[in-house]
């Protein structure tokens, strides 16, 4: 595809200059509004976003943003691009499995720093620079793998999938005392779950799972599952 036929939305997702228009230079330009965007959702989440917001702390109107930013979803990727990051010098993992590892703690501590990124609706695969970097990273770390590219794709998807909801829950458990809220689910349930019509559960509930094991449950939700997301690729793997 020629530079000209690139849609406005994705030259400016990658800052490509667009035809030079004629007269002063702008006062504004895409970093700058998505800056301002970016500090707004970080002080006042994504709902806080709007553009007239952007404009008013820029000092424009709603109207001037327009020429650098297409659309609040057009603002939105930008924002979620911005906020990503470059991806951080995760050196050379001694095998893919902590390579893996490495790249899943470092997307995490993204979703850390802005919460409100698991808000950011899911229009479609990352095409943005930063998030190509971060792709970039996760494959780096499937090479010697020898698992074909569709696969390693896949393994993208379903890894970008858990951390997301990690994070989710993460915000969620801080407006609650987590483990409390399990301990009191299943010492609850081991009264009113009956094994004569819930044989499996019965089991489940009284076996004390959901007893307080410390640390954060964000935590261990998101090892669990990333651990054993590594053993089902291990398993391609081997079969392969």
Request: aromatic share 6%.
């Amino acid at each position: 595809m020629a530079e000209t036929e690139l849609p406005a939305a994705l030259r400016r997702l990658w800052r490509r200059p667009a035809a030079p228009r004629a007269g002063r230079p702008a006062e504004l330009d895409v970093d700058s509004v998505v800056v301002a965007a970016v500090e707004l959702a970080d002080r006042d989440g994504l709902a806080g976003v709007t553009l007239q917001k952007v404009a008013q702390s820029l000092g424009f109107t709603k109207m001037a943003l327009y020429r650098h930013v297409g659309s609040k979803e057009e603002l939105f990727e930008l924002m979620a691009d911005h906020a990503a990051g470059p991806v951080p010098d995760l050196g050379e993992p001694p095998e893919w499995r902590e390579g893996v590892r490495q790249w899943a703690t470092a997307v995490r501590a993204r979703y850390a720093e802005h919460p409100w990124l698991v808000d950011v609706p899911m229009a479609g695969p990352p095409r943005g620079p930063n998030a190509i970097g971060w792709m970039d990273a996760l494959l780096r770390a499937l090479r010697g793998t020898r698992l074909d590219l569709g696969t390693q794709a896949g393994v993208l998807n379903v890894l970008s999938g858990h951390i997301r909801n990690a994070a989710v829950l993460s915000r969620q458990y801080a407006a609650v005392d987590q483990a409390a809220l399990e301990r009191d689910y299943g010492r609850a349930l081991a009264e009113l779950v009956e094994p004569h019509r819930f044989p499996d559960a019965a089991v489940l509930f009284t076996a004390e799972v959901f007893e307080p094991a410390g640390g954060d449950p964000a935590d261990h939700d998101l090892t669990f599952g990333l651990e054993l997301i590594l053993d089902g690729v291990a398993a391609v793997i081997a079969r392969q």
